[in-house]
Structures are given as C-alpha cells and as structure tokens.
C-alpha cells in the first residue's frame, strides 16, 4: 500500500542544504501496522508529509495505494485518512457533528453509509456526549478521538497517523490504541503511526521502521529492534542507546549513521 | 468545487446564526467602519461642490459601484488572504489533505456572514447615487456589467494577494496595499490621480475596469485622461485575463508550497 | 504579538525596581520586542505609503478646487497627508498594542497586577519602546517617500523641531491612554469587538488622520478640535507644519494626558478591585 523507493527530501535553509531524507526505501502491505520511529528532527514528519502529497519528494518516487501523492493528491484524499497529534483537522470553531458533515460532502460518501458509519464510530471512539460542541472546547482526548473519527468516515484503505497519542493522558492511550487494533484485525486497514511513545510501538506495532538522520536505520520486527543491542531489556533502553548512537554518529560526518547502528550493535 | 463551496459557507453561516445577537452586533459594527470612508467623502463635499470635475453624487457612484463589489468580493472570499497565517498555523497541510481544491476551502474559510452589513451600505449608497443621477436607461446595462466585472476583479486581486503570501510569509501585510489599496483608489475618479498613476492602474492592476471606464459610459462623459470610447467596454476582457494570471499565480503558489514546505 | 511572558517574582521587592532604570530597561525591551519582526514594521511602511500616495491626490484635488482650505496650502495639505500615515504606526491608530486584552483573558492579568511596579506604568514604558521602533523603521519610509514623490516639507528651526519632538511625546502619551482605557474595558465586556470597532471609528475619523479636521463643517470641526484624538493626529501634524501655535497646542496635548492617565488609574484600581474580588 505504500512503497518509498529511494525517496529523498532536501530544503534550502539560509542557502545551505539540509537533507530532512535521503534514500529512504520501505514497503507496507496490505493490512500491515508498522510503527515509525525517530529521534526528533529525524525526517518522520517530512516522510508522513510526502506520503500525503503535502510535500513533492526531490528525488526518488512515493507511491501510496498505487498512486502518486504528489501529482494525484486529491485523488489519494478520498483513499487515505491522514491524522495530526499536533494539530486537528477537523474545524476549529464548528461543533464536531458539522465537521462530520462537512467530511461527508468533502469525501462524497452517501447519506446512508455516512449515517452507519458514524453510528459505529460513536459507539466505539464513545462521541457522543460532545458531538454538539464546537472543536475548540473539547479536551484534547476528545479532540483525538474526534480526529479519528473524521479520518475514517470515508472508510480510507490507508490510515497515517502523526503522534496520535501526544499530549493524552493513560486513559485516553489506551482507548486510542485498542480502537487502532479493532481497526487493523478487523477491517484491515492499514496503518503507519509515527511516535515517541514507546508504549504505542509495544502495544500496536508488528513492525518497526527506525527513520535517523533522514535514513532508514532499521526495518523489522520490534523483536529484531530489541536484538539490535544485546543485553538491554527494555525498548526504552534499545532506543535510548539507538538515538544517542546516531547521534554520536552525526557528531563525526564520515561515519554514516547505519554503520554507527552497525557498531552501536557489536558493542 | 461551486457545491463544496457553497457547502462550506452555509455550516459557517449556520454556526454564527447559533448566536443571532452577536450576529446582528457584527453587521453593524462592520456597516459602521465601512462609514467611515462614506464619511470622508461627504466631509469632501462640504467644501467643495466638485472634486477633479466630478461632482458629488457622481463620486458617489463611482464609489458606491466599486464598493459594492469589492464588499461582495470580500463577504465571499475575502479570507483567501489568510495564506500566511495559514502556513505559519500549520492549517495549511491540514486543507490540503482533503479532497477538494485549496483555493475554495480557504476562500470559505471562516466565512463571516456578517459582512453582508458592508454590502448593503454600498448598495444603498449606489441606489441612492443612480435614483438622483438619473443616468440615460440605454446605457443603464452597464451598471450590472460593471459590478460583475468588478467582483471578478477584486477576487483575482485577492488572490493573487493570497498567492503572493507563499513568498512573503514573513510580511503579509504587504498584499494590503493591492487589495484595500485598490478599494481605495477606486473610491475616487480616477482624474484624481496622477497620469501615470491612472495609466498603471489601467493598463498593469486594471483596477481602472472596476468602476472608472464603465461608469464613465454609464454617466456619459469623456474620460478626461482621454482614453478612447472603446477601452469602455474592455472591462469584462480585463477580468478574463487578469483572473488567468490569478489562477497561474495561485498554482504556483501551492507548488512552491509543496516544493519548499514549511518547518516543522 | 505575544505579551511578554517575563514577569518577575512577586515575593522579590528589589529596590531598584521601582526606579527609573527599571522604566528605561522596559522601554529597550519594548523596542527590541518589535525590532524582531522588521519585516512586518517594513510592509506596513510600505503599505501606509501607498496609502499615503493615493490620499495625497485626493487632497491635492480638493485644494485645487479650494485653495487655501482650512489654512492651508497645497503643499501643507500634503505633508500633512504623510506626516499623518507615517503616525499610523508609532501612535496605533488601528488600535490595539498593548496586550492587555488576552492577559486578562486568560486571567494572566492577575500576575501583572501583583508586580512591585505599577501596571499602568509598565505597560506605557513598553508601548514608548514599541512607538519608538515604529516611529523610524515604519514612520520615516512614508516621508521619505512624500519627500521624494510630492517633495513635502520638513520644519524648519530648532524651535520647531524641538515643539514637534514634545507634540509626538504627548501624542503618544494620549494614544496610550486612550488605548489602555480601550483594553481595560475588557474586564466588563463579554464581547470586544463593540469597543474595538468604536474606537477605530473615532480613533480614525477624528483624529484627523482620514482628513484635516480644520476640513469638517461647522460645530462637527470645532468638537473634533477639542477631543482627545486630535490630540493624537491632529496636534503634532500642526506643530510639524508650524500651522498651530506651540503653548496652547502642548497645553492641550498636556490636557488629555492627564485626563487619561487619570481615568487609567482609576480603571487600573477598578480592575485590581475585580481580579482580588474574583478571585482572578
């Protein structure tokens, strides 16, 4: 359903350079849950943008559900449900049930699909005590939940997720997650989350793809991540040791990032 | 796009008539600002009965006509301005994941019903100017023409200013000066101003189409900067080409957009 | 722009923070907030002087066909013109500035009024900081321009440069004080828009920033004279032109000054007296 194939995104910042992703190559299938990892500033976000069509790759090709985003995106629209932690998507000043509606007239989906759709989603995400208010005054949970929602009333194949669990509290992870797993096993959509929370990776993720410095660093069960580094138990302690390893890495120009991995993993 | 459009503006009209006093209060503040540039005028004309050979109710119509549109202009998409804000917010990446274009998702965005106010006092102020004029009734089809052609200008200005603001996101309010600029110019008989002045306004942002060559038909006078009789009737071919330069600009906006992104 | 989130412990009740190095540190950082963002103070030079330009034929038109009006001649009707948007900046004519408006929403004001200095005088040391950035970077490109396209003049005589130099200080001493009162009002309104709409409506029209106010008719000219927004426009414009005589047009400035700042302590202990009631 997705497939980056030495994909590569580059900005002029002040007439230098910066490589946010270079040669990035992965594939997810069908039905897949890949989670992507990353310290900040790795490139997750530039890679998520590309994969909407927000952002034209400078070299190398993206493709999603057979498409390319970056010339067809509207068309890639009504087949992804794309979902920002950082900020909504939904509209700011309206009350949910309107950006609800306004999602159906956008995605052209029928009055009687809409209205099962949203009966479901309700009961499930648990909507409806605040469908009535406006964007703004929802609590950021709700707010979350209300994102999902609209992100999946068109019934999209492909579901990308930008840090879906920032900012939410125990609860509200664990409702999110459990939703996120119904969503995959049951309807097998696909799913791409990126994150810093660790506990989203255990819980959901069969796979993991580690994105350092605008590269793929690992692609792999989270199992394999854990190999990586012997003799450390937690993911916690794998990834900490990962990040500091690439950036000890960056820190000495000739040394690329995946042999750092490489070296971080014979030590 | 005309129904995703018109979709949009009826939910933000739907949510400001949940609160109808704050409405009616927001058509009123908005009526009243806008009386302020009618003020102006009428202080002119208290000391003086003409200004660059125009008399009052003739300025009057000049301005009611190119308020009219650009008051039109502005109630229907007058927040395609907002480009700057929009990348700066970050809202901009969320419009265009959705499947409809950019440019009418952020001509709706937060759609204020309550401009209408605007509209209203310039159409009063025009009805008013027209019922004293008088003007001869064969040249009369030009006043609907020339609003047409005004609304179409005003939009392609404004979004060429919206397209503008992919390049200036640091300075927004530079796009003022073509957009409230050409409200303001066009307020006035172009006679007013200097010649090159009236030759770039006519010939580069042909602002002049708006209200000045049509309405010169309409009150049947010779243009005193001594444009030909034709360039009356160009203005709809003015609209045509300056809105193709708009819709070019506008593409290139979102590509450069997408070619340049935007941090963070 | 946002307030500026440096606010000093309550508890601290250093000495030197109730002198006037305290002030003159607020006014630098007032300047330096705004000197962050030169592109925004530039368009809207830009845009003030094209304004400018297109006021300026209105006015050149109007004196061809009056000569003389309200005591002035052409070239003074122009200069006013620039010497009035180039005030559009420095004495926020559009309104706004100060910030208070949102602190007081989000309740934050609580935190400025227990500052060991006055809020009022705060905020008038930050906004002097602010006038002073815009007065050059947004106030000299529209002369510049009207010098260059119009050939408008400058005073002449230390005399005069030395009253104009007082007239922009009481200008802007007024513009504060009409402009504090405006965002206290917040605290008792729902609801801003109203006010903020009001004030831009007089702030505009009657300070003689649209037109000369020697220009309206009648007893609507002598009103206009005599309130406090000519005091903003209208009054530093004259002493520009050497067109007002020097005593009775600071007299008057001085007069608003006062009245203001007056109401504003009055509306500052109003405030105060809510925010402890309410608990914030």
Redesign the interface.
């Known amino acids: 359903m997705i497939e980056l194939d030495r994909a590569g995104?580059s900005?002029?910042v002040r007439r230098t350079v910066v490589h946010a992703v270079r040669d990035l190559s992965f594939t997810v299938g069908r039905g897949e849950f890949v989670g992507c990892l990353g310290p900040n500033g790795a490139g997750k976000?530039?890679t998520i943008?590309m994969l909407?069509?927000?952002?034209?790759p400078t070299s190398g090709s993206v493709r999603v559900a057979g498409l390319d985003p970056?010339r067809r995106?509207?068309?890639l629209?009504?087949r992804i449900g794309?979902v920002?932690g950082?900020?909504?998507?939904l509209?700011w000043?309206?009350?949910l049930a309107?950006s609800f509606?306004?999602v159906r007239?956008?995605?052209k989906v029928d009055r009687r699909t809409f209205a099962e759709r949203l009966d479901e989603l309700c009961e499930t995400l648990d909507l409806g005590t605040f469908l009535r208010t406006p964007v703004r005054q929802l609590s950021l949970g709700q707010r979350m939940r209300g994102d999902l929602a609209a992100a999946l009333l068109h019934a999209p194949e492909v579901l990308v997720l930008d840090e879906p669990t920032i900012g939410l509290d125990v609860v509200s992870k664990a409702g999110i997650r459990d939703f996120l797993l119904r969503l995959n096993a049951e309807r097998g959509t696909t799913v791409l989350l990126t994150t810093h929370d660790l506990g989203d990776v255990e819980r959901l993720c069969r796979r993991v793809v580690l994105i350092d410095h605008g590269r793929l660093a690992f692609d792999g069960t989270l199992a394999g991540l854990m190999a990586t580094v012997p003799g450390r138990t937690t993911i916690e302690d794998v990834v900490t040791h990962l990040y500091t390893a690439g950036r000890r890495a960056a820190a000495s120009p000739a040394e690329e990032p995946a042999r750092a991995l490489r070296r971080a993993r014979d030590q | 796009m005309v129904r995703t459009y018109a979709l949009l503006i009826w939910t933000w009209t739907r949510s400001a008539a949940a609160y109808p006093a704050s409405f009616a209060l927001a058509a009123v503040f908005t009526t009243v600002t806008a009386a302020v540039d009618l003020g102006v005028i009428l202080v002119v004309f208290a000391n003086t009965t003409a200004l660059a050979g125009f008399s009052r109710d003739e300025v009057l119509f000049l301005y009611g006509a190119a308020s009219l549109a650009f008051c039109v202009t502005d109630l229907l998409i007058g927040n395609i301005d907002r480009v700057s804000g929009h990348i700066r917010a970050g809202t901009l990446d969320v419009v265009l994941i959705r499947p409809a274009a950019a440019w009418v998702q952020l001509a709706a965005d937060r759609f204020v019903p309550a401009r209408i106010g605007r509209v209203l006092q310039a159409a009063a102020v025009l009805g008013h100017s027209v019922a004293v004029i008088g003007p001869d009734w064969r040249r009369a089809w030009m006043i609907p023409v020339m609003l047409a052609t005004g609304i179409v200008i005003f939009a392609a200005l404004w979004t060429l200013a919206g397209a503008l603001q992919f390049l200036l996101t640091d300075a927004p309010e530079v796009v003022n000066s073509f957009t409230y600029g050409g409200q303001q110019l066009t307020q006035y008989p172009l006679s007013v101003y200097g010649r090159d002045l009236v030759r770039g306004v006519t010939y580069v942002l042909p602002l002049a189409f708006v209200n000045w060559q049509p309405g010169l038909y309409v009150l049947g006078r010779p243009d005193p900067c001594g444009t030909p009789e034709f360039t009356r009737f160009l203005g709809p071919a003015a609209a045509l080409l300056l809105s193709l330069l708009a819709a070019l600009a506008w593409r290139q906006g979102i590509r450069h957009y997408r070619s340049t992104g935007s941090q963070g | 722009m946002p307030h500026s989130p440096h606010v000093p412990s309550p508890c601290r009740h250093p000495p030197e923070d109730t002198t006037p190095a305290l002030y003159a540190r607020l006014v630098r950082h007032g300047f330096r907030r705004h000197a962050a963002y030169p592109g925004a103070a530039l368009a809207g030079a830009f845009t003030n002087t094209v304004f400018g330009v297109l006021r300026a034929y209105t006015l050149i038109a109007l004196w061809q066909a009056r000569p003389g009006l309200a005591g002035y001649d052409v070239a003074d009707a122009v200069t006013f013109c620039f010497v009035t948007q180039a005030f559009i900046g420095p004495m926020q004519l559009f309104g706004g500035g100060l910030g208070i408006p949102e602190r007081i929403r989000s309740g934050d004001i609580a935190l400025d009024l227990v500052r060991p200095a006055p809020l009022q005088l705060w905020a008038f040391a930050e906004d002097l900081g602010r006038a002073a950035y815009l007065l050059a970077v947004r106030g000299v490109p529209p002369l510049l321009a009207g010098a260059a396209l119009f050939g408008i003049t400058a005073p002449d005589g230390p005399a005069r440069w030395a009253a104009l130099a007082a007239g922009l200080l009481a200008a802007f001493a007024v513009s504060f004080g009409w402009r504090y009162l405006v965002a206290l009002s917040v605290c008792w309104l729902t609801d801003d828009r109203g006010v903020n709409v009001l004030s831009l409506v007089l702030t505009t029209f009657f300070s003689g920033m649209l037109l000369p106010l020697g220009l309206f008719p009648g007893a609507l000219g002598e009103v206009a004279a005599a309130l406090p927004w000519a005091a903003i426009v209208q009054a530093p414009a004259d002493l520009y032109l050497g067109t007002a005589p020097i005593g009775p047009t600071l007299a008057f400035q001085a007069f608003w000054t006062v009245v203001l700042a007056g109401l504003g302590v009055l509306g500052t202990r109003a405030i105060r007296h809510r925010v402890v009631i309410q608990g914030g």
């Not at chain 1, 909407?52 to 034209?56: A, F, P």
């Not at chain 1, 950082?86 to 998507?89: C, F």
């Open positions: 995104r900005f002029k976000s530039t943008k909407c069509g927000i952002l034209t970056s995106r509207t068309a629209a009504r794309v920002f950082q900020r909504t998507t509209w000043d309206l009350p309107d509606q306004l007239h956008l995605y």
